[in-house]
Structures are given as C-alpha cells and as structure tokens.
C-alpha cells in the first residue's frame, strides 16, 4: 500500500490519500468506473450484491454520463456504491467524475471513499488526477470555526484510489498533482483568510515559511521602496496603519545562468477604495483583492515541492487600502519608481498601482525571459467573461499562445483581448505622463494598457485578470468549495512545465 497523507499546518483540509491495490470497499462509500457495457467493473467488485439489477431498473447502459448510487452489504458493513459509466467515444475525465462525486457525499457523514479504476484502463496519471479531484472537491475553510461548530460535521476524511499499480500513480501525485493540489490549497486558504489575519506583515511571515521547503524569500519594507522610489506602490497603503510590503521570492530549479521565468502577484490584503470609497454592500468580499498574489504563492510553493527544473521568481506587492487623513486624493500626482508620473483619479483603480512598481523592479533587476502579472484587477473584466475565463492580455503572441494551451491542459481557462493604441489614448492625461483610468468604455483592457507602460518593449509579458476566476460567491465546479478558488496555480506550473523545464 502506498499513501501520502497530508499534515501540513498550512493546510485547513484533513483528507487524505491512499493509492492501492484493487478490491472491493468495506467501510463508505465506493465509486466505481464502469468500462463498456453495463456488467463491467461493479459485478466483479460486488458480484453477489444485484447491481445488475438495479442497473437495469436506471436504464443505466455503460453509455458516457450515466450514473446511478446504491447501498451493498459487504461482510458486516454497509458501503454506498456510486457507479458511473467510462463511455467509449471520448476521453473520460476521471478527476471531474470523482470530485463530482466526492462533492455529492458532502454532508452525508460518509467518511471513507474508495475509486475503482482497475477496472479500466486508467493511466497512473489518470489515478493521480482522481486524488486531485477529491482533495479539491472536499477542501473546506474551517479555521475560525469552533469545536462545537466542527462537531456538526463529519466530512470526508480519507479516500482511496484503487488501481492495477498503486506504486505508479503514487509516483505520479508526488512528482506533481500532490504539489499542485498542496499550491492550490495554500492559494485558497489565503484567499479565505479575514483582512485581520492577512495584512501586509503577517502576509509577509506567512510566506516566509516557504523558506523551510527551499524558496528564497525576501521581505522589503517601506523604507526599502521609498529608495527605490516606489511612489506608485505606497501612496496605495498610505492610508492604512499597516505598513507595506514587497516579497521576492526565488525557486532555483533550474541551471545556474538561465533567465528566469517572473509571476507578479497583485497583494491588496483589503480594498476599502480608499478615498474612492466603494460601497458598503459586498465590500467584505473585498478580501480576496489579495487572488493574483496567492496563485503566485500557491504556485511557488508548488514549484518547490515538486522540485520543478526551472529558475522562478515571484514577486508581490502588499498593501491595504484604507481611507484616512493621511490617504492619497482623487487628484494627486505620484511618480512611480520607472520615473514616469501618475495623476490618480480614482483611489479604487489601486491595483494597477501596486503591479506598476513590483514589475518595474522585478523586470529591470531580474531581467526575466518572461513576465506573467495576475490581479483580481477589474469589475469589467466579469462583465465581459463571467466566472469561466480569466482575461488575458499580452505584448507578445507567443507568449499569449503558450499561456492560452497551459490554461486548456490545466483545466485554468483564459481568453485573449486586445491592446491596441487606440485604447492606451485613453489613458493620457494633461497634468502628468497618464492617469490611471480610461474611463467606462473598455476597463479591462485601458487597465492592461497602463500595465504595459510599465514593462518595456523587450520582455514579453502578460496580464491575467482574475477578478471572475479568484474569488466566486457561486460556484458550478465541484472542485471549487469555498469563495477562494485558488486559480491560477494549475495554470502556472502547467506553463513552466512546459516551457520553462528541461
């Protein structure tokens, strides 16, 4: 038997993995994929049980999508038996079929699980993929919740995913869809954290952690940026009593002089607006404005515990948005550490702000072969794809295309828009070298032209906004649980895999 049980202190889920050898469940629940033809899988696992004939009363034919549950007796126990059908005309995806069900069992008290696949012919990597999808379809945030609160519930506790090579499939979680679902996790729980436990500073310690598992992390303060004449940044945070931060972080997997690849994370731990106060309804989701800085903290966390072979730097710029005496104007005229100023005309288009200073500074001390920047950037970005697509944005078409196939392979979808002159106009201002707001017409994408200003012509770079994809009040993906989705992870590791490791 092989297993991977999952204790980290960072993590709020308790569920664990176990990948073994195939035979019937004893205790739970049991899922079982159905290969061709409607006596296949369930009958050899539970032959005595008469799931043939419950089969037969569902209509259920082994056709792909068809499914029915019942209770067996196995032995001394009573197991829930789900059986869904493999289907054989398309590619079965085996980690949407088990977090689906996983998903289902919520609530139920169920707390063991066991996933047929030898019965097919589920790859280890199929296998890997099933345990993923369980542990997304099962996490829950329950840090702040009570004993007596917890005691109500009896979520699912272990699963085990039962295949012809268990030693295989093992390999394959540890080597990459373990670290992945570990990234995904720490994304979420950052993203579900209260703005009173995630702030600049203890944002800042919390990812200082990181160091105990081989990431080289550095924390500058306001002092550091004000002599990097980080304006832009820090007449963000001005108005909070919570200092500011920036946050490097270096995974040094690859060969000693190559180019790194550069994620910049948008880190606004709370978004009050500022001066530009926003409205009191929602404004506590305003929390997760932090999304773009927790998938490259999730995914730098990923990249290290799957030993990934490439050089990644991570940079996030940490502030709070808070309105006071002190605050920055609707107005005001800040110079950037690019040397190029800025005329605010609104205190709640912040995030720009921020990503301006941390790329200029990662671009020109690092020189990275790529730069990808994620924030929780616009409202308009929603307007215009919903909750499916983060938006992308890109100087550069290759660019643009290797980020386009990660997001299909890794299930973190994007869809490009343009940047064109015509928009970055919008931008100009008579008082300073730009404003930073284009108006109503196109928010997504003059937000985009502000961030390019600040690149360069010679680094390709592109600007995710996940404002729809980060943080969801409702949610259709069984894999998704909680408000924080932790997108963005997959999506990374699954761009650096490809294009950034030997």
Known sequence: MATSDNNSADLTETVTVTFVKDEAATQG????????????????????????????????????????????????????????????????????????????????????????????????????????????????????????????????????????????????????????????VFARDLVNEPPNVIFPANYAARLQTLSEIGVEVEVLGEAEMEALGMWALLGVGVGSERESKLVVMHWNGGKKGDKPAMLVGKGVTFDSGGISLKPGANMWDMKGDMGGSAAVSGTMMALAK??????????????????????????????????????????????RLVLADALH???????????IDLATLTGAIIIALGHDHAGLFSNDDGLAEQISLAGEASTDKVWRLPLAKSYDKLLNSPNADMKNIGGRAAGSITAAQFLKRFVGKDTPWAHLDIAGTGMKNQRTDPRETTFGTGFGVRLLNRWIADNHEG
Request: glycine letters at 10%; a neutral charge; proline letters at 3%.
């Open 29 to 184: 629940a049991a899922l079982v994929i159905a290969d061709h033809g409607k006596n296949s899988g369930y009958d050899r696992l539970y032959p005595n049980a008469g799931l043939d004939a419950v089969a037969e009363a569902t209509g259920f034919k082994g056709k792909s999508g068809q499914k029915f549950s019942t209770f067996v007796s196995n032995g001394d126990a009573t197991v829930k038996v789900y059986v869904r059908a493999r289907g054989t005309s398309e590619t079965f995806d085996y980690e949407m079929a088990v977090a689906e069900t996983a998903k289902a069992m919520t609530g139920s008290g169920i707390r063991n699980l066991t996933i047929h696949l030898g019965g097919s012919d589920a790859t280890a990597d199929d296998a890997a993929r099933a345990a993923l999808g369980a542990r997304l379809a099962t996490y829950a945030f329950n840090r702040h919740k009570s004993k007596a609160t917890l005691s109500k519930t009896k979520p699912l506790a272990a699963v085990h995913v039962a295949t012809d090579d268990p030693d295989a499939a093992q390999k394959a979680y540890d080597n990459y869809y373990g670290p992945i679902g570990d990234g995904i």
């Open 306 to 351: 799957r030993k990934a072979k490439a050089n990644v730097i991570g940079i996030i710029g940490m502030v709070e948005n808070m309105p006071d005496g002190r605050a920055q104007n609707p107005g005001d005229i800040v110079t950037s550490m690019s040397g190029q100023t800025i005329e605010v005309q609104n205190t709640d288009a912040e995030g």
């Open 361 to 371: 500074y990662g671009i020109t001390k690092y020189k990275p072969a790529a730069v």
